[in-house]
């Protein structure tokens, strides 16, 4: 070898041992744009505060981690936008997304490239019982609608009137399909289904109108936070009686501090326990409190449980073990509220619990 080759050799190396090691990327996926980015924030936020706790702690095997931050705009042209830009990013994963409409754009994009996405939420069965690149930490579209249908007629609810979000269909479809499989298997009825495109010019008092039409002993509302609030404050003008109930992705503080009382009584399954009393927990929900000035919602829980599976795993990686098998592999995993272990696939699942709206505040009910 020439001298100047060898002492160009001798000098990459030295500052290769005598330089900072190289950072370990992890990649977000999330709606932070858009009219309803409170679960988007709430998540960015809860990883954000889950890199920098464990980078003051040395990282993953001595490397720091970094954060690379992507917003999908809950559009499928710009959530394959956003899945490119992080993909040339080169992240050893992604976690999100965080709809299961944002998942169908993107997760042929994640099989081709080979990298990990991590979803803390998205339950629609599409998704289910798959050989992908989608790790799930969250239950299916069938466990929740199965619990719903229980609650509702347990409620003497047995004549219902929906209506459904198609903007999110993958998530929405699924869940009335199998809504429409129990429910019906209980005694109850499904009178009517609405359907409508979440934008801000939605009517949702013509909405509202046909829902009420129906005659039915309940009104059941697959949609957002936002939508919900404007749903049952349109309903409430009608009807101040009609029992009301929403889907679990309307649990947000977003629909307490804009539904106001017209929320007052709509029943809601939530992922977390808001009134777990455990250690874990505790420390992680005040620890995000002092850090964002509010609380965290079901995405922050969910994806701080995301970040302790996603950490053990890459501390746990090799060559030999890829990162997908050292998720699936590494057993059980000590979430905030629950252990969580993964089958075959990589779904996984969550206990949930129902709530009411009682004086502006989820209030958990057997």
């Known amino acids: 070898m020439k001298p100047h080759l060898l002492l160009a050799g001798l000098l990459a190396l030295l500052l290769t041992a005598c330089g900072k090691p190289e950072p370990i990327r992890i990649g977000f996926i999330g709606g932070l744009s858009d009219r309803t980015n409170d679960t988007g924030e709430a998540a960015r936020n809860a990883l954000m505060l889950a890199i920098e706790q464990r980078n003051a702690t040395g990282g993953i095997n001595g490397r720091p981690l970094e954060m690379l931050v992507a917003d999908d705009g809950q559009e499928a042209s710009l959530a394959r936008k956003a899945m490119s830009a992080l993909v040339a990013g080169q992240p050893a994963a992604i976690v999100g997304p965080y709809t299961s409409a944002v998942a169908e754009a993107i997760l042929p994009q994640a099989d081709q490239a080979g990298i990990v996405l991590l979803s803390p939420v998205i339950t629609s069965m599409q998704f289910v019982g798959k050989d992908d690149m989608l790790i799930r930490l969250n239950r299916s579209t069938r466990d929740n609608a199965g619990d719903y249908a229980q609650q509702l007629i347990g409620r003497g609810i047995s004549r219902l009137a929906v209506a459904l979000d198609v903007r999110n269909r993958a998530f929405s479809a699924s869940w009335l399909d199998e809504l429409r499989a129990s429910y019906p298997a209980l005694g109850g009825e499904i009178l009517t289904v609405v359907e409508f495109h979440s934008a801000a010019s939605t009517s949702f008092s013509d909405i509202a109108d046909q829902l009420l039409d129906a005659a039915p002993g309940g009104l059941l509302f697959i949609a957002n936070a936002v939508d919900v609030a404007r749903l049952a404050q349109q309903v409430r003008k009608r009807s101040a009686d009609v029992p009301l109930a929403a889907v679990e992705w309307a649990s947000t503080e977003q629909l307490l501090e804009l539904g106001g009382r017209a929320v007052e009584g709509l ?84 206990k949930i619990h129902f709530a009411e709206i009682r004086n502006g505040a989820f209030v958990l009910v057997p």
């Open 267 to 350: 029943l809601v399954a939530q992922s977390h326990n808001r009134d777990d009393p455990g250690a874990r927990f505790t420390a992680f929900r005040e620890t995000y409190k002092a850090r964002f000035g509010r609380e965290p919602g079901y995405t922050a829980i969910a994806t701080q449980d995301a970040a302790i599976v996603l950490f053990d795993a890459l501390a746990r990686q090799s060559r030999a073990l890829p990162l997908k098998r050292a998720i699936i592999e590494g057993g059980l995993y000590p979430g905030l509220q629950q252990d969580i272990r993964f089958d075959r696939f990589g779904d996984s699942t969550r």
